[in-house]
């Protein structure tokens, strides 16, 4: 059985297209952009399944850790 | 949306277990307070949304 | 909101260019606008409802 390496794997995820849902940086950004959907009920401000969940993603649009050029500030 | 009610009949609340993280279940800064005055704000039925009971409710 | 006047400081909006690709800028399905609007939300619940002000108005 052949385990099947994605090169890319080692190519770490971009913060700014995951989180925030945007990376100015598009198709030539270091980073891997890996196309999600989000969760319907997290959209909405909640969701019960948490880091289980299978409706989709959670993003975490988190200030601080922010990559790159976009500077965001929520207070 | 998940109103209070639904927030209320949830058996387990597992983001309250220590090591979870609010945000893996809470969006836009929430927290299970701040979460059901959204709830109640945006759905005028909910007027009866009780300050006092919810803190009664969370502490229990 | 401050999200909005970063995307406006960027010169380029590459994404709008003739056969470039939305998604390898936006994620989950979002385009300019409606991403923006995300970002107003994200802004507006945290200004709103941050929880530390949600529970002072509880209290008084
Ligand atoms: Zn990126
Ligand atoms: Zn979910």
Not at chain 1, 22 to 50: E, S, V, W, Y
Not at chain 1, 57 to 71: D, E, N, R, T, V
Not at chain 2, 5 to 32: H, I, M, Q, V
Request: include cysteine.
């Amino acid at each position: 059985v052949y385990l099947h390496v994605d090169p890319q794997s080692k190519i770490p995820e971009c913060y700014n297209y995951t989180n925030l849902g945007f990376c100015p940086d598009g198709p030539n950004c270091q980073r891997r952009h890996i196309r999600k959907a989000m969760c319907p009920m997290f959209l909405t401000g909640f969701c019960p399944n948490g880091p289980k969940c299978e409706l989709g993603a959670h993003p975490k649009f988190k200030l601080g850790l922010i990559q790159g050029q976009l500077k965001f500030k929520i207070y | 949306p998940l109103t209070q009610l639904t927030l209320n009949e949830l058996k387990d609340k597992p983001w309250r277990l220590p090591g979870a993280d609010l945000s893996d279940y809470f969006n836009y800064g929430f927290d299970e307070i701040s979460w059901l005055a959204y709830c109640a704000k945006q759905d005028k039925l909910h007027a009866d949304f009780n300050p006092a009971k919810v803190i009664t409710e969370l502490l229990n």
